[in-house]
């Protein structure tokens, strides 16, 4: 099981061109599954039936895995069977009629539009720092933009006169971002008065908009500290650089934005990946009418 378990992730590496986080993490799910295969005298791949990975799925809910941890394990063993039969190394697929189970649809955490207007507005001085923070939050909830997106933003990247920003997104899709209002003036302010103040002598040129304290190119962790940061002043612990961005769309939604230019903003390749919104936006629509008809409330 160990030689063909390493053959799979050979052929992920090589042949699918999968990153090494990826093969890391399949690598780790699948040493799980044949620790439990193992411990039910399973040693060969060719013995493997239907139901021994029927009741490794069990076991991960027995173990409190997430609904959406157990179909991504389920999803690397039926991979890596079918893997296995297509090469030849089996003649058989014991996971050929299993579905994979099925993960309760979560609804986006999102601010209200009074939160973001805190948020947003809470006193900050005038520091290199400072502007370059707000400046980050401003774009985050007026652009849509992934932590990735954001501090993959280069100089070249912020077409200010033209009112938006290149952004490069997953699977390196380029996309066109509108920027206008808060967001545009929190970005000229900060690369107005902010970034030559995070630039070092020292520091290796980059064109990176947004800078650490080095004048290196600010990581995804420190964007997110950043935004984490700002949710604590507020009030709202751990919040999260995709709240903001689930927050743009949604109050996009409820401005009246069409869902298709929504997509296109967010860079969602499918419609049904934007489609998300539109229950948040049912959930703020029965609020709406809870608190304002007169006989909502009554039983």
Same mark, same amino acid.
């Given at each position: 099981?160990?030689?063909?378990?390493?053959?799979?992730?050979?052929?992920?590496?090589?042949e699918r061109g999968s990153s090494p986080r990826t093969v890391s993490a399949y690598e780790l799910d699948l040493a799980?599954?044949?620790?439990?295969?193992?411990?039910?005298?399973?040693? *060969? #791949?060719?013995?493997?039936?239907?139901? +021994? &990975?029927?009741?490794? %799925?069990?076991? $991960?809910?027995?173990? !409190?895995?997430?609904?959406?941890?157990?179909?991504?394990?389920?999803?690397?063993?039926?991979?890596?069977?079918?893997?296995?039969?297509?090469?030849?190394?089996?003649?058989?697929?014991?996971?050929?009629?299993?579905?994979?189970?099925?993960?309760?649809?979560?609804?986006?955490?999102?601010?209200?539009?009074?939160?973001?207007?805190?948020?947003?507005?809470?006193?900050?001085?005038?520091?290199?720092?400072?502007?370059?923070?707000?400046?980050?939050?401003?774009?985050?909830?007026?652009?849509?933009?992934?932590?990735? *997106? #954001?501090?993959?933003?280069?100089?070249? +990247? &912020?077409?200010?006169? %033209?009112?938006? $920003?290149?952004?490069? !997104?997953?699977?390196?899709?380029?996309?066109?971002?509108p920027v206008s209002g808060a967001a545009a003036s929190a970005l000229v302010d900060y690369l107005d008065h902010g970034?030559?103040?995070?630039?070092?002598?020292?520091?290796?040129?980059?064109?990176?908009?947004?800078?650490?304290?080095?004048g290196g190119r600010l990581t995804r962790q420190s964007l997110h500290a950043v935004v984490a940061r700002a949710g604590?002043?507020?009030?709202?612990?751990?919040?999260?650089?995709?709240?903001?961005?689930?927050?743009?769309?949604?109050?996009?939604? *409820?401005?009246?934005?069409?869902?298709?230019?929504?997509?296109?903003?967010?860079?969602?390749?499918?419609?049904?990946?934007?489609?998300?919104?539109?229950?948040?936006?049912?959930?703020?629509?029965?609020?709406?009418?809870?608190?304002?008809?007169?006989?909502?409330?009554?039983?």
């Amino acid at each position: 099981m160990e030689n063909l378990i390493a053959e799979y992730l050979s052929h992920l590496r090589v042949e699918r061109g999968s990153s090494p986080r990826t093969v890391s993490a399949y690598e780790l799910d699948l040493a799980d599954y044949a620790v439990f295969l193992g411990e039910h005298g399973l040693t *060969e #791949a060719g013995d493997v039936r239907r139901e +021994d &990975v029927v009741a490794y %799925e069990s076991s $991960l809910v027995d173990r !409190g895995y997430a609904p959406s941890s157990v179909k991504r394990r389920v999803s690397v063993v039926k991979g890596f069977h079918r893997f296995l039969v297509r090469e030849g190394y089996v003649g058989k697929n014991p996971t050929d009629a299993l579905a994979l189970p099925k993960v309760p649809e979560a609804l986006p955490d999102v601010l209200s539009v009074a939160q973001m207007d805190a948020l947003l507005s809470a006193p900050h001085d005038c520091t290199p720092r400072a502007l370059r923070d707000q400046a980050i939050l401003e774009v985050l909830y007026g652009c849509g933009l992934r932590a990735s *997106e #954001a501090v993959g933003l280069d100089l070249g +990247d &912020v077409l200010l006169d %033209e009112g938006y $920003l290149r952004v490069v !997104g997953k699977g390196n899709k380029e996309r066109i971002a509108p920027v206008s209002g808060a967001a545009a003036s929190a970005l000229v302010d900060y690369l107005d008065h902010g970034r030559d103040g995070l630039r070092k002598p020292s520091a290796k040129p980059t064109a990176a908009v947004f800078l650490n304290a080095r004048g290196g190119r600010l990581t995804r962790q420190s964007l997110h500290a950043v935004v984490a940061r700002a949710g604590r002043v507020i009030g709202v612990q751990n919040l999260h650089p995709h709240t903001l961005r689930h927050s743009f769309a949604t109050h996009m939604l *409820e401005g009246g934005a069409d869902l298709r230019v929504i997509q296109e903003i967010l860079g969602h390749a499918d419609i049904s990946t934007t489609q998300i919104y539109t229950h948040v936006n049912r959930s703020h629509i029965r609020e709406e009418y809870v608190n304002a008809h007169p006989r909502a409330k009554l039983s």
